[in-house]
């Protein structure tokens, strides 16, 4: 009950096009839903996240879908540029708690 | 510049070696999260402290592994005897009050067991 489900495990995206990842949780006390993001060498940086009592949240061209009767997220990431290819990973998290990550997603965005 | 600070960065040793990983955690944050990055497994959880206290070390071998908080400023991880599987990056990660719900990691510790 405490996984994230997370998919695709790789993507390869056209400069410009949109990159989509969702994520799929089971434990209902979730109350807090990141995405971090990582490049290579590094340690994974907090991108962007959204609490269960909004459908949508945007930064910038990284938007986060919520749609909490399915209990499903994901991330959009519009017109994708090669500097955002890196390792995504949806996370879930009950406050106060610890996050619970999902596989990741290597993202490439080709020029 | 607050980031979490991980020596060492780089860390290769013989299997049957001890090996200690340490974390400077950000000032002011009171929790501290160990996690091993793989290919096969991700990113998983080995234990977690709040205000220097464990909380859950559950993702933790307990016959080889140990993480302690000496003090608020330091966190520290433990392989004794180290072996093959061991080899992973292991990151320490640091949150704020109230509510820790972001993580800030730190470089991470590439350890490889030969």
């Known amino acids: 009950q405490q996984q994230v489900k997370q998919s695709p495990q790789s993507l390869i995206v056209q400069k410009g096009g949109i990159s989509i990842i969702n994520c799929a949780y089971e434990?209902?006390?979730?109350?807090?839903f990141p995405w971090y993001q990582q490049f290579p060498g590094k340690g994974p940086a907090l991108l962007i996240a959204?609490?269960?009592?909004?459908s949508e949240k945007k930064e910038g061209r990284f938007t986060i879908s919520f749609n909490k009767s399915a209990k499903q997220f994901s991330l959009h990431i519009m017109d994708s540029q090669p500097g955002d290819s890196a390792t995504y990973f949806c996370?879930?998290?009950?406050?106060?708690?610890?996050?619970?990550f999902g596989e990741g997603t290597q993202l490439t965005v080709n020029p | 510049d607050a980031r979490v600070t991980q020596t060492p960065r780089h860390k290769v040793t013989e299997m049957g070696q001890e090996v200690t990983m340490r974390c400077q955690p950000i000032?002011?944050?009171?929790?501290v999260f160990w996690y091993r990055q793989t290919m096969m497994q991700g990113l998983e959880l080995l234990a977690y402290?709040?205000?220097?206290?464990?909380?859950?070390d559950s993702g933790m071998p307990k016959d080889r592994f140990s993480a302690e908080m000496p003090d608020a400023t330091l966190a520290t991880l433990k392989i004794q005897p180290s072996e093959p599987r061991d080899s992973a990056v292991y990151f320490c990660?640091?949150?704020?009050?109230?509510?820790?719900?972001?993580?800030?990691f730190g470089q991470g510790t590439r350890l490889t067991v030969v």
């Open positions: 959204i609490r269960p009592d909004v």
């Open positions: 000032l002011g944050h009171n929790t």
């Open positions: 996370a879930a998290e009950t406050s106060g708690s610890r996050l619970t």
């Open positions: 402290f709040r205000n220097r206290a464990p909380l859950d």
């Open positions: 434990n209902t006390a979730f109350d807090y």
């Open positions: 990660a640091s949150g704020p009050p109230p509510l820790n719900t972001e993580a800030f």
